[in-house]
């Protein structure tokens, strides 16, 4: 694609990464996400940040949205008569902004609620395949939001200027994440940023991935192709792998993402456990992710982080009442939650998980 | 007419003054090249017959020998070179085949030298192995895609993980068999990998008794010629491997000649004493892929499906699509031996024409299991003239899961590269059943050199993944961007999967 370098090769970025998640699913302001990834400003440079929001299309909550950016004005006709091929639009319409001068020039935003009519048996794979197709086949045109009742608000900024540009105060939502971004070159590609999103999944993600060539052709084997080039890319579909088609619980993907060291596995008493440790490790070595990384995955249900599995980034969790707080530093879950019950550092590779309550009754 | 000599290959240079006459060289070489004279109390060296295994060299206690190259002086000729020229005339004296040892020597390029690793800097920090875990735990066998865990008050593990080698280090000793290598080479590579945690493989050579208590880290082989396969020797391996086909000698058949047929390989072959003992080119019962399924097959019953079967090819031109119908027949693993790999005997001039280098043959095979969704299915061993760590890291990083080395580890052994090893006169003892020559190699020695060698190879990889900010083998395994080719041509590097060093991520 024409001027996206960030596009076409990887970007290792340094980050802050935050996530505020009300477990009993009640809405709370962006406003509040805001102040805690402002408060990490240091961590970024100005050249990208993003939020993802879960709960905010409660009128439109079984629909697809899709949020979309065009770097052109004949990507969006093309990618507007692919999705009516494949699906039912219920209603798009413009993402709300506000002019900020320091973010010109802008893409063009759009939303759209999909209906996935012929989506087939497994309409989650549909939606992914149509999602990537999109990506790979129609110049200029991005997804960078395709879940349910949820959606990633992201550019090139800081992330003051990001949450003003989107009216990032004006959404209420139970699950709020925050990427603030620290790239090693100078991507002008606002799909660059994160968090980055499949499905209802998304991921905000500070680190560099050593194993990434590994990781992303383990990936190529089910289906999931790396466009973007981008670690955090990686991450989300091995989440989107291991937890939605192979089953796993979080902890199991922590055990795979960040698995124990065989010394450690030894060391385990409990047999059928340790024959569980050792067989994640024989079938899912490639899935392994190594080097440093700190990263907090949300979907409509969970908000877990996740570390590296010797902690070579930063990785904070508090909880204080329905609230858990998982952030790269202390300061920026004290400027939101003065007097948490609870703050701790999470183990390299022991993940943490925020559960909505009302899930199981 | 007149008969051309041969001219030597390596002059014996003896300095006089230091020679003390103590004949230790006379009394070791096993091609008679020194020769002692009381009458003058002199020693002459016949260089015509020295080999250049720079045995005397290294035994003689004042070093008064040196062997030095000799080029055959003939007049300079860039498309006749004496090597060449040498050949035609000994073909002429003799209407046959000409016979060499070890691996291709011809100047084919090497891949492993046109490539360069990365490393850490800045954007993500190096990991010290000195400091931090760095693991080489390496498993060889099928992997399961999913891992289904039962929920009860405990989770329990659901999937049953087909049998696997469990390897400490990504490097086991390749096919070497009790007939092609002495007794005491073969203890002391099973010794050394019993003792690091990997494995050795006994070749088509059989077991014998004396090896039985380094069975456990045995891969046994089964080929052309089934020479001491059973029952007995079936169950005593940790894992089987069909051998279809061998780097250093693609397409034809194995020959060990009768005279190293000795009582004891005798035995251990189940072949009557001082026969040739000869391989088939083709396995008889293998004529296309459904034939080796049945082999396959017809292994794992016999074993209970109890260890991994694996099939060991040589890289051809079509290597990919044949190792994908071996995965496809059933194979836990499949070995593909490069043009560089070894071998105690074969044809000079198949040796160093047939075949393709295995850095290629290991990228194409591993795209190729990866485009058709089959890579778990197998570990892919990769095999052919691995000279140091670097090498070894450069193939797994290019998708290999372990390698097979065979003549580093002879060199640990001792060996010089004389590629005479089809004499059965290896002065180092390895290359021979000649008991005068076999009790030179200590077996306790070598197998603490051979270790030596795992342990050093070892510890550099770890450095080298360490400095790449990986703390697991298996994050480098199929991790190319890792890689970059320097001075390679676009095919080449497509063929790879690297980029061009220079390029980023």
Known sequence: MDGTPDRDFRVPSGCGITGIMNRRGRAFSGEVILSSICNMLERGNGLGSGFAAYGIYPELKDYWCFHIMYQKAPSKDHAEEYLKDRFRVVHHEPIPTKRVRSLEPVPVLWRYFLEAEDGGPDEEDFVIRSVMEINREVDGAFVFSSGKNMGIFKGVGDPDAIGEFYRIPE??????????????????????????????????????????????????????????STDTEVMAYLFDLLVRRHGLDFETVGNVLASPFWSQIERVEDEGRRRLLKALRIAYGPALVNGPFAV?????????????????????????????????????????????????MPKAGEPTVGKLEDEDG | MAKAKYRPEFIVQRDDEKCIRCQVCVRMCSNDVHTYYPETDT?????????????????????????????????????????????????????????????????????????????????????????????????????????????????????????????????????????????NACKSLAKAACDFGTCWNTGEGGLHRDLLPYAHRAIVQVASGR???????????CAIEIKIGQGAKPGIGGHLPGEK????????????????????????????????????????????????????????????????????????FVVIDGIRGGTGAAPTVIRNNVGIPIELAIAVVDRRLREEGIRNRASIIAAGGFRSSADVVKAIALGADAVYIGTAALIALGCHLCQKCYTGKCNWGIATQDPYLTKRLNPEIGARRAYNLLRAWSLEIKEMLGGMGINAIESLRGNREQLRGVGLNEVELELLGIKHAGEAW
């Open chain 1, 171 to 228: 959404y209420r939502a139970y699950i709020w994440t925050a990427h603030n971004r620290f790239p090693t070159n100078s991507p002008g590609w606002w799909g660059g940023a994160h968090p980055f999103g499949i499905l209802d999944w998304s991921v905000v993600h500070n680190g560099e991935i050593s194993s990434y060539g590994t990781n992303r052709r383990y990936l190529e084997n089910f289906g999931y192709y790396c466009t973007l």
């Open chain 1, 296 to 344: 907090i995955v949300a979907n409509s249900k969970y908000m877990v982080g996740l570390n590296d599995r010797i902690k070579l980034r930063p990785l904070v969790a508090a909880s204080k009442d329905d609230f858990l707080y998982i952030a790269s530093e202390e300061a920026a879950i004290r400027v939101v939650c003065e007097d948490p019950d609870d703050i701790w």
């Open chain 2, 43 to 183: 020693v002459i060296s016949e260089s015509s017959r020295c080999v250049g295994c720079h045995f005397c060299e290294d035994l003689c206690p004042t070093g008064a020998i040196t062997i030095c190259r000799s080029e055959p002086q003939i007049k300079e000729n860039y498309h006749w070179s004496g090597t060449e020229v040498y050949n035609i005339i000994k073909q002429a004296d003799s209407g046959g085949v000409l016979l060499t040892g070890m691996g291709c020597d011809r100047p084919y390029k090497d891949y492993f030298g046109h490539m360069v690793l990365n490393a850490s800097q800045v954007t993500n920090p190096s990991i010290d192995p000195l400091r931090e875990p760095m693991e080489l735990k390496t498993f060889i066998g099928g992997k399961p895609e999913v891992v289904v865990i039962k929920k009860s008050s405990e989770p329990e593990l659901a999937t049953q993980i087909p049998p696997q080698l469990e390897l400490e280090t990504p490097i086991m000793f390749s096919a070497m068999s009790y007939g092609s290598i002495s007794l």
């Open chain 2, 227 to 237: 020479f001491g396969v059973n029952k007995e020797y079936l169950d005593a391996g």
């Open chain 2, 261 to 332: 047929v000795p009582e004891e390989v005798s035995r251990t072959r189940m072949i009557p004493e001082g026969t040739d003992a000869l391989s088939p080119a083709p396995h008889h019962d293998i004529y296309s892929i459904e034939d080796l399924k049945q082999l396959i097959f017809a292994l794992k019953e016999a074993t209970r499906y109890e260890k991994p079967v694996g099939v060991k090819i040589a890289a051809v031109h079509n290597v990919a699509p044949i190792a994908s119908g071996i995965v496809r027949a059933g194979a836990d």
